[in-house]
């Protein structure tokens, strides 16, 4: 009996069918793959998070500055 199982829209045929050694490595081949994949996707999202966060952390500093001056001023 043949299992078919699917993965990010690609179809492995059951490592039995494949034969077990082979098949494996090949989905797990696959799978470092994805995984490299999305991990690209997710440090290059916290890193434009980071960038962002620091801007804001960078406007607020400015903000309070500003506000500091007022107030010594007055």
Do not use: D, H
Request: hydrophobic residues 30%; aromatic residues 2%.
């Amino acid at each position: 009996i043949e299992k078919v199982f699917r993965r990010s829209k690609k179809t492995i045929r059951s490592p039995v069918k494949m034969g077990v050694k082979r098949g494996m490595k090949e989905i797990l081949k696959q799978m470092r793959e994805e995984i490299r994949e999305r991990l690209r996707g997710v440090k290059k999202e916290i890193r434009e998070v980071a960038e962002s966060q620091k801007k804001m952390m960078r406007k607020e500093v400015e903000r309070m500055k500003e506000e500091l001056k007022k107030e010594e001023e007055k």
